[in-house]
């Protein structure tokens, strides 16, 4: 018991002290950076805030190699990193780094400790200017380590050096302000190959030696540990102050991109439990709401299930399918021909909307419901000209060929729209838009608490850019408010509707590899699903559809905690990418959407569920 509660206690320690800690580029050490194609520059060039070089003196020259039997007569010590440094400090105003970003040569002295630290003063006093910060507050730290002198003798050496100290070392109070950090091997405690995690006896070790090395007051460096972006992650959570790597490149998209590929403190919302009363019945469909999570893929909605603690409506539902997604012309998909196959039950090109690969105009969900009496709306979180919107209602061979589409959605077979886009709107129909919608028949909206969903007629609510803009930007509840009032508005009529609901923004997310953008925006989209599930369970004629037009960024989860709602993702691309999206449905013949298929099915599955109206 004692032991678990003293593990308990370096645990809390040590992550109180990393989650205070912001890691940047300048916490990345290039490991035997001498070996790389470029030396210095090749992490230079990413601002690395540490660059090891091992060095060797061999007839009183300073030698760059790992080992002895690897010395080239080229590679010098003056070459590969003296020169490079002065040249960094011509170049960037006298600093190493234009940001004013600290560098430091952690310099592993391998033969003789004194002599070759004796040559390496010799060497580097006269340029004093460049690696003493008492000097020069923009000076390059000089780190030893390797066979650095005893502590007695540090004094015998000029005061620009410093050294990597040991954990198990005690330093006199006179020497300790030359120790820049404590490094040790990180095979003394642990034997993980950076997949996975740590075994608990092992944990215990790293988090007590990195608390002991903090409580000291100095920086902690594993030297050794797996050069993998899951041991990154896991010696930042641990409090680690220095990152080494054998692949710079890597480790810079773990560090410069840290705060974007992190979430977490979301705020969560409670899940509905349907009824599963109607769900899977096999009953004509009065009504089909469409929701597509634009750019969701699975590990969005994970990620989504992993923020709100454990809990998603859309995980609610039983249903399940796999829609592949690809285009005519493109393995993946955008975001209008993959709206095109959802509205039309044809695959087209990319940027095409309702059209196809040939470039003839199909009809559209709407249009082919109409005749029936079905009513058709789209709510989306973004400009009601999205690709998404627009693919129900549209028809054009370019995706920006606004103002054609707001000529169409104005002759368009929608009842209602509501989305973004003021001011796209007047730039496109002139100042006279009013007047021109009027004439249309069209009940007009800018103010969205102005709608009064029980007007019957056709109805376009489009609000201004800083309404319908992103969640982190105060959006708020727009979406499930939009959502109750067309429901209300839709479903007045008696003869059913159809209604796709975009959660739009999920997709910028995506675009941005911005992590905690896009679970805010998945969160919205989940919650706004559940009022759907409450309202399909009243009316037990709903069925309900949840997919997405392609996954966007190819995010992985790292990382999580699903308790307190925390995670960590890394992404492929700013991209769409190939991936099959998941197919969740609810209500009267949702059956009808299990299985793998191609995304253009499920128009036509849609069309099945208002079957012999």
């Not at 460049?130 to 005061?159: E, M, R, T």
């Not at 469409?290 to 909605?301: Q, R, V």
């Not at 169409?408 to 929608?414: D, E, F, G, V």
């Not at 998945?522 to 399909?536: C, K, N, Q, S, V």
Request: contains cysteine; proline residues 4%.
């Amino acid at each position: 018991m004692k032991k678990a509660i003293l593990f308990c206690s370096v645990w809390l320690s040590v992550n109180t002290y990393a989650q205070t800690k912001n890691y940047t580029v300048a916490n990345a050490h290039s490991h035997n950076d001498y070996e790389r194609s470029m030396p210095f520059y090749q992490a230079a060039a990413l601002h690395f805030g540490y660059i090891e070089a091992d060095i060797h003196l061999k007839d009183g020259e300073l030698y760059v190699a790992h080992d002895s039997k690897d010395i080239q007569p080229l590679c010098t010590f003056r070459e590969l990193y003296l020169q490079p440094v002065l040249r960094q400090f011509a170049l960037n105003n006298g600093k190493a780094y234009t940001d004013g970003s600290p560098l430091r040569l952690l310099v592993d002295i391998k033969t003789d400790g004194i002599p070759t630290l004796k040559a390496l003063q010799s060497l580097l006093l006269p340029y004093r200017q460049y690696f003493d910060p008492a000097v020069n507050a923009n000076a390059v730290q000089v780190i030893l380590s390797g066979n650095i002198p005893p502590v007695a003798a540090w004094s015998d050496f000029d005061k620009l050096f410093f050294f990597d100290g040991r954990p198990d070392s005690t330093y006199p109070a006179a020497v300790k302000s030359r120790v820049a950090l404590v490094s040790t091997d990180f095979h003394q405690y642990s034997k993980w190959n950076g997949k996975g995690t740590f075994v608990p006896a092992e944990l215990e070790k790293i988090t007590g030696i990195i608390s002991k090395v903090h409580q000291q007051g100095f920086p902690f460096r594993f030297w050794g540990a797996p050069s993998s972006k899951s041991c990154y992650y896991k010696l930042m959570d641990l409090g680690a102050d220095v990152i080494g790597t054998d692949y710079p490149e890597e480790l810079y998209d773990v560090l410069k991109n840290t705060t974007r590929t992190t979430a977490g403190n979301m705020p969560t919302h409670n899940v509905y439990a349907p009824t599963y009363a109607s769900d899977a019945t096999r009953v004509r469909s009065k009504n089909v709401i469409l929701f597509i999570g634009d750019g969701t893929g699975l590990a969005e909605m994970y990620a989504g299930y992993t923020a709100n603690k454990g809990a998603l409506n859309l995980f609610q539902m039983r249903q399940l399918g796999l829609s592949k997604t690809a285009s005519t012309d493109n393995y993946h998909t955008d975001s209008a021909a993959g709206a095109t196959a959802l509205s039309t039950g044809s695959k087209t090109n990319n940027r095409a909307i309702g059209m196809d690969n040939t470039y003839h105009a199909i009809p559209v969900l709407p249009e082919i419901l109409a005749p029936k009496g079905i009513q058709s709306g789209v709510i989306v979180t973004e400009e009601i000209t999205g690709a998404t919107p627009a693919g129900f209602y549209g028809h054009t061979p370019d995706r920006d060929n606004t103002r054609i589409l707001y000529q169409q959605l104005i002759s368009s077979k929608l009842q209602l729209a509501v989305g973004g886009g003021k001011e796209e709107l007047v730039r496109e129909l002139g100042t006279n838009y009013q007047q021109t919608l009027s004439q249309a028949g069209i009940r007009f909206q800018e103010d969205f608490n102005s709608w009064n969903p029980a007007t019957q007629g056709r109805t376009l609510v489009i609000l201004s850019d800083k309404t319908v803009t992103s969640m982190r930007d105060g959006r708020g509840n727009y979406l499930k408010e939009a959502l109750k009032k067309a429901l209300q508005q839709l479903n007045a009529s008696g003869k059913g509707f159809f209604l796709m609901v975009e959660g739009s923004r999920i997709d910028h997310g995506g675009h941005a590899n911005d992590l905690d953008y896009l679970v805010r925006e998945m969160l919205d989209f989940d919650d706004t699903i559940g009022e759907a599930l409450r309202f399909a369970d009243k009316d037990k004629q709903t069925t309900i559809i949840v997919t997405a037009d392609h996954e966007t960024g190819g995010l992985a989860l790292m990382d999580g905690n699903i308790s307190n709602g925390t995670l960590r993702g890394h992404f492929a691309t700013n991209d769409h990418t190939g991936i099959p999206v998941m197919v969740f449905s609810y209500g009267p013949n949702s059956q009808l959407f299990g299985g793998v298929y191609e995304n253009k099915e499920i128009f036509h599955k849609i069309v099945e569920c208002y079957r012999n109206r």
